[in-house]
């Protein structure tokens, strides 16, 4: 099957995503995959002209596996990026259906995928929108959010199928305008995610004892994250044996860097960067507890469900999130997860968990999401619409 993916995130510089795991575990398998994509630095300094660029035989998870990465020219300029890209990618992704002819095309994006579910209507090609995110909330310019929702309206009236990445999301396309609609949730290596998998190295490098009770927070820093509230709490010193690991970068990073230098938590509050994703299973391993502080009224955050809720559930570490209405609905009572109010809550609700018990709950519930089950419903979905189609 040829499969020609649409996403506007970068696919090489961002970290795994549902994309990724699909499409290389598919071409594993045998099926030819085309992502066209938009590049990270796009609004930069530097060259405001990007050429047209091929990346062949690319992997970032499995090395056996060959995606090949196409990045349309993009004119890098503040607002005229948009223009950019509706002219670009509709002449790149005319170009891969002349020369590619997917037998399936699925979109994760906005702009793109809202030509490509045009052109793939006229030219009666299967198409499926795939939702892993509300992408309207995430555009920078408020007054371009009302055009990016008309736009995945209209993508969702041209799909063949439309495809959620958890219930709470499902039931927000449904609401806009979505009929055929189906939940394939996040998948889970449980060999890479392994619960036996020793973090000692870790602790060791950043100098924390055995019974000290390490947090665990990896992602992109927003400022909307929870974490300085978090940080700030750790401040007040009624947390003796407490540490906070945060792995990943972001807008937030500068002003936790502050936190942690004016109030001299250098040892209690471990800034590490971002990590190479192979290297990520050994810093949740380093860690008693997971943590998600999000601000729980952050429009951004009502209706997902972060994929690394599962890899921390998948070793086996409870996680205390605050009261996310997506992660609410997925998860429920009593499978590893305690829900508190506010960012600030965290740390005392911490002190209250069974870490060996709260954690068996959380791999138990994680094991029904391996990629190789999840992989294979989706494929059985592609599989499905390209027969209809």
Same mark, same amino acid.
């Given at each position: ?8 995130? #970068? ?9 990724? /795991?699909?499409? +290389? ?11 066209? !994509? ?12 990007? %050429? ?6 690319? /992997?970032?998870?499995?090395? +056996? &596996? ?36 997917? !037998? ?11 030509? &490509? ?5 006229? *030219? ?8 892993? #995110? ?19 309206? =209209? ?48 602790? #060791? ?27 700030? +709490?750790?401040? %007040?010193?009624?947390?003796? %044996? ?6 990943? !970068? ?46 729980? #009224? ?9 994929? %690394?809720?599962?890899?921390?559930? =998948? ?14 609905? *997925? ?12 960012? +600030? ?22 094991? *029904? ?21």
């Amino acid at each position: 099957m040829k499969i020609l993916v649409l996403q506007e995130s #970068d696919w090489i510089k961002r970290n795994p995503h549902q994309q990724h /795991h699909l499409m +290389e575990r598919l071409s594993i398998r045998g099926h030819e995959i085309r992502v066209i !994509d938009y590049p990270l630095d796009c609004n930069e300094e530097g060259d405001r002209y990007q %050429k047209r660029e091929v990346v062949e035989g690319y /992997h970032k998870i499995h090395q +056996e &596996a060959s995606v090949q990465v196409i990045r349309p020219s993009i004119l890098k300029l503040p607002l005229f990026v948009y223009l950019s890209v509706l002219l670009s990618h509709r002449k790149e992704i005319k170009r891969q259906i002349k020369e590619f002819n997917p !037998d399936v095309i699925v979109g994760f994006g906005i702009i793109n995928t809202y030509i &490509a579910s045009r052109i793939a209507r006229k *030219e009666k090609i299967p198409f499926i929108y795939y939702w892993i #995110d509300v992408l309207h909330r995430l555009i920078p310019e408020k007054t371009f959010q009302a055009l990016g929702e008309y736009m995945e309206r =209209a993508a969702i009236k041209n799909s063949t199928q439309v495809i959620t990445i958890n219930h709470k999301l499902e039931e927000f396309v449904k609401n806009l305008g979505a009929q055929n609609t189906k939940v394939i949730g996040a998948g889970i290596d449980l060999d890479k995610f392994d619960p036996n998998l020793k973090g000692s190295k870790i602790r #060791d490098k950043y100098g924390i004892n055995d019974n000290d009770i390490v947090l665990l927070f990896m992602g992109f820093l927003y400022h909307f994250a929870g974490l300085k509230e978090v940080a700030l +709490e750790l401040s %007040k010193g009624e947390y003796i %044996k407490m540490k906070l690991l945060i792995v990943g !970068d972001g807008e937030g990073f500068s002003d936790l860097h502050n936190i942690v230098k004016e109030h001299d938590l250098g040892e209690k509050v471990f800034l590490v960067g971002r990590k190479d994703y192979n290297e990520i299973p050994r810093y949740v391993a380093a860690s008693d507890i997971c943590i998600l502080p999000a601000y729980p #009224d952050e429009e951004i955050m009502q209706d997902i469900v972060p994929i %690394k809720i599962y890899e921390y559930m =998948a070793m086996g570490k409870p996680v205390i999130t605050t009261n996310l209405p997506g992660i609410m609905m *997925e998860f429920g009572e009593g499978n590893g997860i305690l829900y508190v109010d506010k960012p +600030e809550d965290i740390l005392f609700n911490a002190n209250d968990i069974d870490v060996t018990v709260e954690g068996g709950k959380a791999r138990r519930f994680a094991e *029904e999401n391996d990629w190789n089950k999840i992989t294979n419903e989706f494929e059985s979905t592609l599989n499905g619409v390209v027969r209809v189609g």
